[in-house]
C-alpha cells in the first residue's frame, strides 16, 4: 500500500476548498434575491383597505333581524377546524393551531346593521368572510375574497351563500 503523494492532497485539499465556496457563494446569490423583510423595510405598510359590506336577504325572508356579526379569517377557519381534528395534536389546543395557521394575522369581525350594512377596515390580503343569518331559512357564508385596493364592496346574498337549512 502506498501512501498518497504530496501532489494529491494538494489537489484534494484545493478541491474540497473548492466545493466549500461553492456552496457559500451559490447560498449568498440566493440570499441577495428573497424579498426584504417588512420589519426591516424602510417603506410604509400597505394601508387598510375599506371593505362595505351589504346583506341582500331573498324577499321571503323579509322582517328578519339583519345585525349579524361578520368574520373575517386570513384562513378557512373550518378547514383548519377540520385539520386539527383529523390528525390530533398532543398537547396543542385549538386555539393555538388556529393561530400557528394565521401566520400572526388577527381576525377582523364587524357587525351589521338593521340595514345589513357595515364599514370594516381590513388589511390586504386573501381573506374568509362568516357570517350566518337565522330565520325561516337559515343562510350562511364562508367567501373567499382578495382585499386589494382602498375601497371595496363585498355583497352576502342568498345565491352565494354556503349552506341553506330549512328552521322547524
Do not use: C
Not at 13 to 35: D, H, N, T
Not at 66 to 90: G, K, N, Q, W
Request: hydrophobic share 45%; no cysteine; proline share 7%.
Amino acid at each position: 500500500m502506498t501512501t498518497p503523494g504530496i501532489i494529491f492532497r494538494l489537489a484534494t485539499l484545493v478541491l474540497q476548498a473548492a466545493l466549500v465556496l461553492g456552496l457559500f457563494s451559490a447560498g449568498w446569490l440566493i440570499y441577495r434575491r428573497l424579498p426584504a423583510h417588512v420589519a426591516n423595510s424602510t417603506e410604509e405598510p400597505a394601508s387598510d383597505a375599506l371593505i362595505q359590506l351589504i346583506m341582500r336577504p331573498s324577499p321571503q325572508m323579509a322582517g328578519v333581524a339583519l345585525d349579524v356579526p361578520v368574520e373575517f379569517y386570513p384562513v378557512d377557519i373550518v378547514a383548519v377546524h377540520h385539520e386539527y381534528f383529523t390528525e390530533r395534536r398532543a398537547g396543542k389546543r385549538f386555539d393555538d393551531f388556529l393561530t400557528e395557521r394565521m401566520n400572526g394575522r388577527r381576525p377582523v369581525t364587524a357587525r351589521l346593521d338593521q340595514s345589513g350594512r357595515a364599514l370594516v377596515a381590513v388589511s390586504p390580503g386573501n381573506w374568509w368572510v362568516h357570517a350566518a343569518l337565522a330565520g325561516e331559512e337559515d343562510l350562511e357564508w364562508r367567501l373567499p375574497v382578495s382585499i386589494a385596493g382602498s375601497k371595496q364592496t363585498i355583497e352576502l346574498t342568498p345565491q352565494n351563500a354556503y349552506t341553506r337549512t330549512k328552521s322547524f
